[in-house]
C-alpha cells in the first residue's frame, strides 16, 4: 500500500475522458466542498440574528446584478453604466404589477425580467457602431432616460413618491420576514450562478467571449456580431430586473433615489474589485462592495469611545475609501479577488516549489 507523504500537495487535477472534462464539478472534493457551503447557506438563518441574515439577503441581491453585469462586461466586453437603470426597470415593473393591478409576485418577478431584457436590448442597438468609452456614454443615456421616465411619468410610477409594494406569498403564507425572503433569494442566486457558469461552456457562451477577445475576427468566424452583443445587453438587463424586483419586493418601496448612477457605478466597482469575466469573482465583488460600508462604519463605532476624531474621519472618508480601495485593485491586481483567491490556491498546490 503506497502511502501519501502529507506535506506534499496536489499540482494539479488531471482528467481522463471528455465527460470529465467538461463537468463542473468532476472531482469529489470539489462536489464535497459545494455540499459543504450549501449546507452552511441553508443553515445560515438558523443560527444568525435577522440583522445578519437581512445584510445575507442585500448580498444576495447584488450578486444576481452583478453576475449580469459581469455576463455583459467581463465576458462579452461591453462595457455598461447603466446597471442601476435596468434594476430600476425591474424593481418599478414589479411595483407597478402588483401594486397598481393586483398581480402576484411569482407573475410579476419573470415579467420584471423579461421587460429589463427588451429594454436593455434597446439601448444595446448602438454596441454595433460604438466600443469603450463611446458605448459607456450610450449607456450612461439608458441611465438618464429611464430616471427621467420614472419622475416624470407621475401616472404610472408615482414620480419621487414611489410605490409601496405589497409582501410576497407563497402557498398562502407571507413572505415577510428576512428569513423568508433569504430562501428566496438563496434559490435564485444559486440558479443565476448556475446558469452563468453553464452559459460559458456552451456555444453561445463561447461567442460571447470571441466578440470580446476580438470582434472582427470573430465576425470573420461567421460569428453574428449584432445578435450576440444584443444577446448580452438583454441577458444582463434579465439579471439586473430579477435583482431589482427582489430588491423592491424585499424592501417594500421603491423610489428614482434607489436606482442612481451612484447604484451603477457600484455594480460596475463590483465586477472591477471581485474580476472580471469570472463568475466567482462576480460574487467575491458583490460581497465585498455589499459589507465595506458596513465593516467601516462598525470599525468607526467600535474606534470611536476611545479616538473620537478618528472614528467620525472614517464615517467621513468612506466614499473616499471605495476609491481608494478601486485605484489600488486597478494598479496592483486588475483580475481583482477571483485572481487573489486562485493565487492562494495554487501556492498551496505547488508548494514547497514556488512554479
Given at each position: 500500500?503506497?502511502?501519501?507523504?502529507?506535506?506534499?500537495?496536489?499540482?494539479?487535477?488531471?482528467?481522463?475522458?471528455?465527460?470529465?472534462?467538461?463537468?463542473?464539478?468532476?472531482?469529489?472534493?470539489?462536489?464535497?466542498?459545494?455540499?459543504?457551503?450549501?449546507?452552511?447557506?441553508?443553515?445560515?438563518?438558523?443560527?444568525?440574528?435577522?440583522?445578519?441574515?437581512?445584510?445575507?439577503?442585500?448580498?444576495?441581491?447584488?450578486?444576481?446584478?452583478?453576475?449580469?453585469?459581469?455576463?455583459?462586461?467581463?465576458?462579452?466586453?461591453?462595457?455598461?453604466?447603466?446597471q442601476?437603470?435596468f434594476?430600476?426597470?425591474?424593481?418599478?415593473?414589479?411595483?407597478?404589477?402588483?401594486?397598481?393591478?393586483?398581480?402576484?409576485?411569482?407573475?410579476?418577478?419573470?415579467?420584471?425580467?423579461?421587460?429589463?431584457?427588451?429594454?436593455?436590448a434597446?439601448?444595446?442597438?448602438?454596441?454595433?457602431?460604438?466600443?469603450?468609452?463611446?458605448?459607456?456614454?450610450?449607456?450612461?443615456?439608458?441611465?438618464?432616460?429611464?430616471?427621467?421616465?420614472?419622475?416624470?411619468w407621475?401616472?404610472?410610477?408615482?414620480?419621487?413618491?414611489?410605490?409601496?409594494?405589497?409582501?410576497?406569498?407563497?402557498?398562502?403564507?407571507?413572505?415577510?420576514?428576512?428569513?423568508?425572503?433569504y430562501?428566496?433569494?438563496?434559490?435564485?442566486?444559486?440558479?443565476?450562478?448556475?446558469?452563468?457558469?453553464?452559459?460559458?461552456?456552451?456555444?453561445?457562451g463561447?461567442?460571447?467571449?470571441?466578440?470580446?477577445?476580438?470582434?472582427?475576427?470573430?465576425?470573420?468566424?461567421?460569428?453574428?456580431?449584432?445578435?450576440?452583443?444584443?444577446?448580452?445587453?438583454?441577458?444582463?438587463?434579465?439579471?439586473?430586473?430579477?435583482?431589482?424586483?427582489?430588491?423592491?419586493?424585499?424592501?417594500?418601496?421603491?423610489?428614482?433615489?434607489?436606482?442612481?448612477?451612484?447604484?451603477?457605478?457600484?455594480?460596475?466597482?463590483?465586477?472591477?474589485?471581485?474580476?472580471?469575466?469570472?463568475?466567482?469573482?462576480?460574487?467575491?465583488?458583490?460581497?465585498?462592495?455589499?459589507?465595506?460600508?458596513i465593516?467601516?462604519?462598525?470599525?468607526?463605532?467600535?474606534?470611536?469611545?476611545?479616538?473620537?476624531?478618528?472614528?467620525?474621519?472614517?464615517?467621513?472618508?468612506?466614499?473616499?475609501?471605495?476609491?481608494?480601495?478601486?485605484?489600488?485593485?486597478l494598479?496592483?491586481?486588475?483580475e481583482?479577488?477571483?485572481?487573489?483567491?486562485?493565487?492562494?490556491?495554487?501556492?498551496?498546490?505547488?508548494?514547497?516549489?514556488?512554479?
Amino acid at each position: 500500500m503506497q502511502v501519501r507523504n502529507p506535506l506534499v500537495m496536489d499540482c494539479g487535477i488531471f482528467t481522463a475522458s471528455y465527460e470529465d472534462d467538461m463537468a463542473i464539478l468532476f472531482h469529489p472534493a470539489a462536489r464535497l466542498k459545494v455540499l459543504f457551503i450549501l449546507i452552511v447557506l441553508a443553515a445560515f438563518p438558523l443560527v444568525a440574528n435577522p440583522y445578519y441574515v437581512g445584510l445575507a439577503n442585500l448580498v444576495g441581491i447584488a450578486v444576481i446584478g452583478a453576475l449580469g453585469l459581469n455576463i455583459l462586461t467581463g465576458f462579452t466586453g461591453q462595457i455598461s453604466i447603466g446597471q442601476g437603470a435596468f434594476m430600476a426597470v425591474g424593481a418599478y415593473t414589479t411595483g407597478i404589477l402588483m401594486a397598481k393591478l393586483g398581480l402576484s409576485f411569482w407573475l410579476a418577478l419573470p415579467a420584471a425580467g423579461i421587460v429589463a431584457a427588451m429594454v436593455g436590448a434597446v439601448f444595446g442597438i448602438p454596441s454595433l457602431r460604438l466600443k469603450g468609452l463611446y458605448l459607456a456614454i450610450a449607456t450612461l443615456a439608458a441611465q438618464v432616460i429611464i430616471e427621467f421616465i420614472i419622475i416624470h411619468w407621475v401616472g404610472l410610477t408615482n414620480g419621487p413618491a414611489g410605490i409601496v409594494l405589497p409582501a410576497p406569498v407563497l402557498f398562502g403564507y407571507s413572505l415577510e420576514s428576512d428569513t423568508a425572503f433569504y430562501y428566496l433569494i438563496l434559490a435564485l442566486c444559486l440558479a443565476a450562478v448556475v446558469f452563468a457558469l453553464n452559459l460559458f461552456r456552451t456555444r453561445p457562451g463561447r461567442a460571447l467571449m470571441a466578440v470580446r477577445d476580438r470582434d472582427l475576427a470573430a465576425a470573420v468566424a461567421g460569428i453574428n456580431l449584432f445578435r450576440y452583443k444584443l444577446t448580452a445587453f438583454a441577458l444582463a438587463s434579465f439579471y439586473a430586473g430579477i435583482s431589482g424586483a427582489l430588491w423592491g419586493a424585499y424592501m417594500r418601496v421603491i423610489s428614482p433615489e434607489h436606482f442612481t448612477i451612484a447604484v451603477s457605478i457600484l455594480y460596475l466597482a463590483m465586477i472591477i474589485i471581485g474580476g472580471l469575466g469570472s463568475v466567482m469573482g462576480s460574487i467575491y465583488g458583490a460581497c465585498f462592495m455589499t459589507l465595506l460600508p458596513i465593516i467601516l462604519r462598525e470599525a468607526a463605532d467600535g474606534i470611536s469611545p476611545f479616538f473620537p476624531q478618528i472614528g467620525n474621519t472614517i464615517l467621513a472618508l468612506q466614499e473616499a475609501v471605495f476609491g481608494l480601495i478601486i485605484i489600488i485593485f486597478l494598479i496592483f491586481e486588475p483580475e481583482g479577488l477571483a485572481k487573489l483567491w486562485k493565487n492562494v490556491k495554487d501556492y498551496f498546490k505547488l508548494w514547497p516549489f514556488s512554479y
